[in-house]
């Protein structure tokens, strides 16, 4: 069971890809631009992608896709998500005005691509491999997930902001190996942190100190040009906890 980061960026531009996450080949965590690394050949090994929410930094490949490599595939691919963040899918992409229904495509029972509802705490089991809907704190209705291959955990928070429900469930994850976890913007701009409901350093610290597993902590989301000013910030909230900032093409391996 390996994670390969796609892209983990709060924007594009040169080398940034905003956030998507490759499980093994076949399955996709949120479908931004970063999807957009991928060969034709790997596209056409996708089968699953789990939404965290309906941003479009997350979910911009996923009409793309669908339009590149659906009608190669002999069975639909499947997008997992809540049944808020579907409803928003269906009204305002696959609505035949920004992107056909691919759900009735070619016809609505053999459809390229097919819904499948997810709700909070629930796992999804895909060949032994383990994915939970877990709570996030955002504008519109969000999770993040935990995958776990038995041996180890990984949690990503998705877009949250201070968040007591995901401590109380990460701090009960025994094998929890990984932690990303976003910080969109500086301290400087706490007060957009707050309104977009986005992590900035100093709320990222008091949420840290809410974590009582140790961790190897990846930072996600940081937002162009704040980069090097974030992360330079986040260290002197870190406490003890060791930081680093996710990467294009950093790989985890939870086997191991």
């Known amino acids: 069971m390996k994670l390969r980061v796609l892209g983990c960026s709060g924007g594009i531009g040169g080398n940034l890809r905003t956030t998507s996450l490759l499980l093994d080949r076949d399955v996709l965590i949120d479908a931004g631009t970063g999807v957009g690394e991928l060969s034709l050949t790997e596209l056409t090994t996708i089968e699953h992608i789990f939404v965290t929410h309906s941003h479009l930094d997350h979910i911009a490949c996923i009409p793309l896709l669908l339009d590149s490599v659906g009608f190669t595939r002999d069975r639909p691919l499947t997008i997992y998500a809540t049944d808020e963040t579907l409803e928003i899918l269906k009204q ?49 209705p969000a999770v993040g997930f935990h995958l776990d291959s038995g041996s180890a955990s990984l949690v990503f928070s998705g877009d949250t902001t201070t968040n007591d429900a995901l401590w109380e469930v990460v701090n009960q994850i025994e094998n929890l190996r990984y932690l990303i976890i976003e910080t969109a ?72």
């Open 92 to 140: 305002h992409i696959f609505n035949w005005k920004i992107w056909p229904d691919f759900s009735v495509i070619p016809n609505a029972q053999h459809p390229v691509m097919r819904y499948q509802p997810i709700k909070l705490g629930e796992t999804t089991i895909l060949n032994g491999r383990k994915i939970t809907a877990i709570p996030a704190n955002h504008t519109v």
């Open 185 to 256: 913007f500086p301290d400087i701009e706490k007060d957009l942190a707050i309104l977009s409901k986005h992590l900035c350093p100093s709320l990222l610290g008091k949420e840290l100190a809410k974590l009582k597993r140790e961790a190897e902590i990846f930072i996600t989301h940081l937002k162009p040009g704040d980069v090097e000013s974030t992360m330079r910030e986040i260290e002197n909230f870190a406490g003890k906890s060791r930081i680093e900032m996710l990467l294009n093409n950093q790989e985890f391996d939870l086997q191991e």
